[in-house]
């Protein structure tokens, strides 16, 4: 079974930046997109940001676009979100998902997601 795992998470000053990592077991990354969605009490999951394997592009959504930054590291195989200018709405929990898929904001294409981590903005 594939096993998703979040870190980096935390509380963070508006302005500030965090790090998430998202690590798999008994997964390569090299062909499945890996995304970054994130749920908001009372909201429903969105869709942040996309690392596809498969054609190696990025993609972000308009809320963290000059943001957010995604990327690879292979020797770990992990994916990572840098967040900078974190703004009190990025405050959400934040989940990892794998998955071979074409639509990458569509949280049914996904096969695998993580536990989530929390990350915290206050103002």
């Known amino acids: 079974e594939v096993q998703l795992v979040e870190t980096g998470g935390g509380s963070v000053q508006a302005g500030g930046s965090l790090r998430l990592s998202c690590a798999a077991s008994e997964l390569s990354f090299d062909d499945y997109a890996i995304a970054w969605f994130r749920q908001a009490p009372g909201k429903e999951r969105e869709a942040v940001s996309c690392?596809?394997?498969?054609?190696?592009?990025?993609y972000y959504s308009d809320s963290v676009k000059g943001r957010f930054t995604i990327s690879r590291n292979r020797a770990k195989n992990t994916v990572n979100l840098q967040m900078d200018s974190l703004k009190d709405e990025d405050t959400a929990i934040y989940y990892c998902?794998?998955?071979?898929?074409?639509?990458?904001?569509?949280?049914?294409?996904?096969?695998?997601w993580g536990q989530g981590t929390q990350v915290t903005v206050s103002s």
């Open positions: 998902a794998a998955g071979p898929v074409v639509n990458w904001a569509d949280s049914k294409r996904y096969d695998s």
């Open positions: 690392f596809d394997n498969m054609d190696q592009e990025t």
